[in-house]
């Protein structure tokens, strides 16, 4: 049985439509998929870099705060026993004061901006959830470990 034109056409037409149908069903969701993967493993590495350089601003808070204390303690010192305090040491109280208010200041900042990092890591997961709940949930787990990990870490540097 021959057939016509028109008919071939049709059938053509089915046949493209229904692996066009597949295409874009599977593929995409695998490409939604894969977008919602990078873009929740950025968002963590974007907030676990702000977490790191927040610690690290900590770190240089404390160590300029004592050298502050030992300036202050050593120009109280020296004005209770009615000796001149030198300009060197007003000057590098000072310094310090401005410097440890700017990192105050900087650190707020980065706390505001690690917690709506925090907001687009959970809004990112949870896209992905609708994906596939499977590697979000890994994502989660991987987050609560190193949360719990940092936590221990800091702990024994406090000590």
């Given at each position: 049985?021959?057939?016509?034109?028109?008919?071939?056409?049709?059938?053509?037409?089915?046949?493209?439509?229904?692996?066009?149908?597949?295409?874009?069903?599977?593929?995409?969701?695998?490409?939604?998929?894969?977008?919602?993967?990078?873009?929740?493993?950025?968002?963590?590495?974007?907030?676990?870099?702000?977490?790191?350089?927040?610690?690290?601003?900590?770190?240089?808070?404390?160590?300029?705060?004592?050298?502050?204390?030992?300036?202050?303690?050593?120009?109280?010192?020296?004005?209770?026993?009615?000796?001149?305090?030198?300009?060197?040491?007003?000057?590098?109280?000072?310094?310090?004061?401005?410097f440890l208010n700017d990192l105050d200041t900087q650190m707020d900042l980065s706390i505001v901006e690690i917690n709506i990092s925090n907001t687009?890591?959970?809004?990112?997961?949870?896209?992905?959830?609708?994906?596939?709940?499977?590697?979000?949930?890994?994502?989660?787990?991987?987050?609560?470990?190193?949360?719990?990990?940092?936590?221990?870490?800091?702990?024994?540097?406090?000590?």
């Amino acid at each position: 049985m021959k057939k016509t034109a028109l008919q071939e056409m049709k059938i053509d037409k089915k046949l493209l439509l229904t692996e066009l149908t597949l295409e874009v069903n599977q593929p995409e969701n695998k490409q939604d998929e894969n977008a919602l993967l990078a873009t929740s493993k950025a968002e963590i590495q974007k907030a676990e870099q702000l977490i790191l350089n927040n610690e690290n601003n900590k770190n240089l808070s404390s160590k300029h705060n004592k050298k502050l204390k030992i300036d202050l303690v050593l120009k109280a010192d020296l004005e209770k026993d009615n000796r001149p305090v030198s300009t060197k040491l007003l000057d590098r109280i000072e310094n310090n004061t401005e410097f440890l208010n700017d990192l105050d200041t900087q650190m707020d900042l980065s706390i505001v901006e690690i917690n709506i990092s925090n907001t687009d890591v959970k809004n990112a997961i949870s896209a992905l959830r609708k994906v596939d709940p499977k590697k979000a949930a890994e994502l989660e787990n991987t987050i609560n470990l190193k949360s719990k990990k940092t936590k221990k870490m800091t702990i024994i540097f406090n000590k």
